[in-house]
Every structure is written in structure tokens, then in C-alpha cells.
Antibody, heavy 122, light 109 residues
Framework: QVQLQESGPGLVKPSQTLSLTCTVSGGSISSGPYYWSWVRQPAGKGLQWIGRIYTRGSTNSNPSLKSRVTISVDTSKNQFSLKLTSVTAADTALYYC??????????????WGRGTLVTVSS | SSELTQDPAVSVALGQTVRITCQGDSLRTYYASWYQQKPGQAPILVIYAKGYRPSGIPVRFSGSSSGDTASLTITGAQAEDEADYYCHSRDNSGDHLDVFGGGTKLTVL
């Protein structure tokens, strides 16, 4: 079955760029009417949607993070990636990748990675 | 509006019925989906669309919607249902962005 796995550095220095990759296994990232998202969760807090990408390449992101977020997809590697620039301690969180699906007016995330902890500290 | 509002905490006696609600203007347009998250685990989808359950989700989980409020109901709550529950939908902005509610901590007494 399809699985998602996040990867990337667990420690990032303040003001630097956080870079994460989500690898899709067991199926093609290009198949199906799906979109691919990043969601984060600071310790003890709720889920925050970061952004999404469609395999055609169009992206959207959370307005609170928009100027710092870049999401890209590499269909040849079956991966999509997140870059978050100018990080601060407030960006310390568990980062999840997730598969979105559905159609209007029903959207949902039916598949999640296990998450990867990113700590911003010098 | 881009906000989804949930009660921070709800409790239920073992075997009883509990309803967890999610309120937001965008729920007049979009259905909510619901996620269960246990400590140290990733969220899992428990309800989507008009109350559909993914494979493997017990029948005691159901969903409904009325106006600007979506509800997740657990009929006959079990100890293993103790978890955080999050609603999700899209907002009414031009880009129809994804948004999560703040989450509800469910305690089974």
C-alpha cells in the first residue's frame, strides 16, 4: 500500500532554511486525483496546515507562512519537498507530509507520514 | 473566514455517547473531515464527506453537519478512543486553503 516518509535534518540553525522531503512509496505520486501537503505540529499544540502541491505543479500555502514557504514536486523520484526560509524557534515542530484527496465540497487527508521532528536552535 | 473552532476538551463515561463539534463559516460550503491522534502517533482519518468512515474505522464513529457546525459522534465510547480529535476543511478564500480546527482532547472516564 502507499506510504509516506519524511526525511531531512532534525536540527536547523535560526535564520537558515528548513528543507524536508516526503517520499511516496507503493504507488506513483502522479496517479489519482490527489494533492500533497505539509502539516506541522509544535509540541503540545494542534495541527497547522503549511501548504500543498498538485502534481501539475500548482501550489498554495498558509498565509501566515506564505512568504517563507516553497513546496515542489519531483515526479521522477516520487517525492515532494518543503523549504521554509528564515526559521526561528517558533518553527520547531513535528512536520508531517500527507496525501490529500476528494473533490468539492469534500476534501480530506487519507494518508500521513509518521512525522519528523525539526528543532530550530543554534 | 478561515477559522474552525473546537472545544479544547470533552469527557465521556465509558460506553456513553459523546459529540465533538467544529464550527466555522466555511462549513456552510465544505464538509469537514475528522482525524484522531493518539500520543506519539500521526493523525488518522476517521470521518470524511457526509459521514463516511475509511476502512478499519469502527462503526461507533459517525459524522454529521448542520449549518456552520460539523459534529463527530462516538456512540459507546471505548477506552481506546481517548485521543485528540481535529476537524479539517477548506476556507472560503479564493484559493480555498486547507485549515484545521484547534483540536479537542477527549477523555474517556
Amino acid at each position: 500500500q502507499v506510504q509516506l516518509q519524511e526525511s531531512g535534518p532534525g536540527l536547523v540553525k535560526p535564520s537558515q532554511t528548513l528543507s524536508l522531503t516526503c517520499t511516496v512509496s507503493g504507488g506513483s505520486i502522479s496517479s489519482g486525483p490527489y494533492y500533497w501537503s505539509w502539516v506541522r505540529q509544535p509540541a503540545g499544540k494542534g495541527l497547522q496546515w503549511i501548504g500543498r502541491i498538485y502534481t501539475r505543479g500548482s501550489t498554495n500555502s498558509n498565509p501566515s507562512l506564505k512568504s517563507r514557504v516553497t513546496i515542489s514536486v519531483d515526479t521522477s523520484k516520487n517525492q515532494f519537498s518543503l523549504k521554509l526560509t528564515s526559521v526561528t524557534a517558533a518553527d520547531t515542530a513535528l512536520y508531517y507530509c500527507a496525501r490529500g484527496g476528494g473533490n468539492f465540497p469534500n476534501w480530506y487527508f487519507d494518508l500521513w507520514g509518521r512525522g519528523t521532528l525539526v528543532t530550530v536552535s543554534s | 473566514s478561515s477559522e474552525l473552532t473546537q472545544d479544547p476538551a470533552v469527557s465521556v463515561a465509558l460506553g456513553q455517547t459523546v459529540r465533538i463539534t467544529c464550527q466555522g463559516d466555511s462549513l456552510r460550503t465544505y464538509y469537514a473531515s475528522w482525524y484522531q491522534q493518539k500520543p506519539g502517533q500521526a493523525p488518522i482519518l476517521v470521518i470524511y464527506a457526509k459521514g463516511y468512515r475509511p476502512s478499519g474505522i469502527p462503526v461507533r464513529f459517525s459524522g454529521s453537519s448542520s449549518g456552520d457546525t460539523a459534529s463527530l459522534t462516538i456512540t459507546g465510547a471505548q477506552a481506546e478512543d481517548e485521543a485528540d480529535y481535529y476537524c479539517h476543511s477548506r476556507d472560503n478564500s479564493g484559493d480555498h486553503l486547507d485549515v484545521f480546527g484547534g483540536g479537542t482532547k477527549l477523555t474517556v472516564l
